[in-house]
């Protein structure tokens, strides 16, 4: 639930980049336009462009939460000796180490939610970008 909310504030973020993208080149949208380019293929360019960053943001998070997993007990012997606290004292928490358990099922959830966000926060811009009049745009340039 919790990870649910991160990938969604992910996809506001890439939401909100590829708009600002979109704004950024209206210029270089309606030229493209005027050379040819269809709507579609302008589409195109946004959503592959945004569905890129949810894959390697995906990804990058997926190999970054092995790692820590892999290494959670070193990591936490690594504060612990930066800190100069025993983080896992047995006379306190009655664990020896820090425990994990990991879901396969909630881990291909949690990934295909972030890719399926992802694409759907690519399709508001690209349809602003694929219904740029040209005309108007390089009318008050």
Known sequence: FALSFMVLVAAFNILSSLVMLVRAK???IAIL???GATRKSLAKIFVTTGFTV???G???GLLLGFV???FRQPIVEGIGA?????LWDPKIRYLTELPARTDPVEIVL????ALVLSFLATLYPAMKASGTDPVQVLRYE
């Open 110 to 113: 949690i990934v295909l939610l």
């Open 68 to 70: 820590v997993l892999l």
């Open 54 to 56: 949810g894959l390697i």
């Open 58 to 60: 995906t990804a990058a």
């Open 26 to 28: 209206t210029r270089d």
């Open 33 to 35: 336009r005027t050379m």
């Open 82 to 86: 930066v800190t100069g606290q025993n």
